[in-house]
């Protein structure tokens, strides 16, 4: 048999940290892209032993590995667009900024805070990720939480929703995207984005179902992946709600705790 190589496939990076537990982090940021049809490259800045319960232990890797790795992708193949995800310690975050200059897009998900509230990162890496990453950001897409810190504001309501959204702007990336997964009611579908000129409600369905594990991984690889394939950063944004609210209609019910999205649901409806 013959191989048909493919030489124009879009190719995304995802700096970020390993999931044993394969529902968040680097394993579905790659199961993203592969959804999306883009090749998945990546950096990985920590080890996590996690489950649909919670995180156990983490190993951080390096910083000097971590941008070995990058430099590895991007030295030889090239990427359209990279996201980074949990970063972890204030000397990968550093190194990961000096890098930035190498990604034509890169979506910051400030992974600091999960979504039952607890603080993943400490102090200094949140300084760090404010004053060096955010700035470097096409779009950053902080949670409930992440958006609380980095704007000052609680957040309830939408129109605190969209506060917030406009203060972290201020920050310096070219757009921002406040989600709503973890807020109450019907907002959990709901998220807010900004770009400094014009704010857009995004609406999904809200889904009912606690397997929602990995959502926000999910989501920022969606959207470097429609960027890595050269959609313009809203419209991008609205695929990858799109991906993330479908893949929730399919979510796995795994473990005894919040199971992973389903990320290959196109597969599972041929099932039945
Ligand atoms: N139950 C749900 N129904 C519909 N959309 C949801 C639900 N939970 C999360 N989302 C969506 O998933 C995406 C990730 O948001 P969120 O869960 O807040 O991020 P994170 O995983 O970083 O806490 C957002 O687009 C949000 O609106
Ligand atoms: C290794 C690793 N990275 C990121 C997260 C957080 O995942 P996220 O999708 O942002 O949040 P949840 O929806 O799972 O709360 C993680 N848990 N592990």
């Known amino acids: 048999m013959t191989s048909t190589s493919l030489s124009s496939i879009p190719v995304a990076l995802t700096i970020a940290g390993s999931d044993s537990g394969g529902g968040a982090g680097i394993q579905a940021d790659l199961r993203t892209f592969a959804f999306h ?17 919670g995180v156990t232990r983490v190993d951080a890797l390096p910083a000097e590995s971590v941008v070995a790795q990058i430099q590895a992708v991007t030295g030889d193949i090239g990427v359209q667009a990279a996201k980074t995800g949990m970063l972890l310690n204030r000397d990968i975050i550093l190194a990961v900024a000096e890098q930035a200059s190498c990604f034509p897009n890169l979506v910051v998900d ?6 039952t509230g ?20 096409t779009i950053l897409t902080p949670n409930r939480y992440e958006a609380q810190i980095l704007s000052g504001l609680d957040i309830s309501t939408l129109e605190e929703m969209q506060r917030a959204a406009q203060r972290i702007h201020q920050f310096g990336s070219k757009a921002v995207l406040v989600k709503g997964g973890g807020m109450a009611g019907a907002l959990r579908g709901v998220d807010v984005w900004f770009d400094g000129a014009h704010e857009h409600t995004l609406t999904g369905q809200t889904v009912d179902t606690s397997n929602t594990h990995g959502t926000g991984c999910t989501l920022s690889a969606a959207i470097a992946a429609n960027l890595a394939i050269g959609k313009d950063l809203l419209t991008a944004t609205q695929h990858a709600k799109e991906y993330v609210t479908t893949a929730l209609g399919y979510s796995l019910n795994l473990g005894n705790g919040q199971g992973p999205v389903g990320h290959f649901f196109p597969l599972l409806q041929r099932q039945g």
């Open 110 to 115: 400030p992974v600091m805070v999960s979504r």
């Open 37 to 53: 049809l883009v090749h998945g490259t990546s950096a990985i800045t920590c080890v996590t032993a996690q489950n649909t319960l």
């Open 118 to 137: 607890v603080q993943l990162i400490d102090d200094a890496a949140i300084a760090a990720l404010k004053a060096k990453l955010l700035p470097l950001a």
